[in-house]
């Protein structure tokens, strides 16, 4: 209607442009990888990892930090949890930018397709996060970017499509229900 014209007259004459996010594909290489149970959130030991121990090492992944527990100009060191085991090639995808929940839905979906064949891997996960200065946060909480601005989730979905859903929210925003 009139409201829609005003707004796109509002966008042109303010020179605002729509974005697309920006996707970038990797592939790691000889990666150490935590063995994971999907019926065993705790993890056992010498069987499996935690969730608390997955997060952290896709945290360490995600970043880019070196797996390889050797010190050299800093102090501290990190390794993938024990168990795990030694994957050949994993596949990152990052996708930057603004993306509605309807298409992280709709990408959920496609990752549980891929256990439709059958496939090596056991699990893949699917990492959400949100912008530190989001306004946004659960219940009637502010949210507190000014303390840190933890915003995000993670699916992990397993091979029988069990998954587990993480959390990471700041110190002063309520978790969802």
Known sequence: ?????????YFSKNQIQALKPKITFSTLRDLQCPVLQSNEL????????????LFEWLGAVLSQV??????????????CPQPNIMVEKAFLCTITGFIIPE???????????Y??????????????????????SWRESEHGFHK???????????????????MAVGTNDDCPP
């Open 115 to 136: 256990f439709g064949e059958p496939k090596l891997a056991y699990w893949l996960t699917l990492t959400v996060h949100g912008f530190a200065d989001s306004p946004v």
């Open 148 to 166: 840190g601005g933890e915003n995000l989730y993670n699916f992990v979905i397993f091979r029988n499509l069990d998954y587990w859903l993480q």
């Open 1 to 9: 209607g009139a409201e829609g014209s005003t707004l796109m007259s």
């Open 66 to 79: 070196t797996l390889d527990n050797k010190s050299s100009s800093f102090l501290s060191t990190y390794s």
């Open 103 to 113: 298409k992280i839905i709709q990408l959920l979906e496609q990752l549980c397709c």
């Open 42 to 53: 705790q993890g056992k030991p010498e069987e499996s990892c935690s969730t608390e121990e």
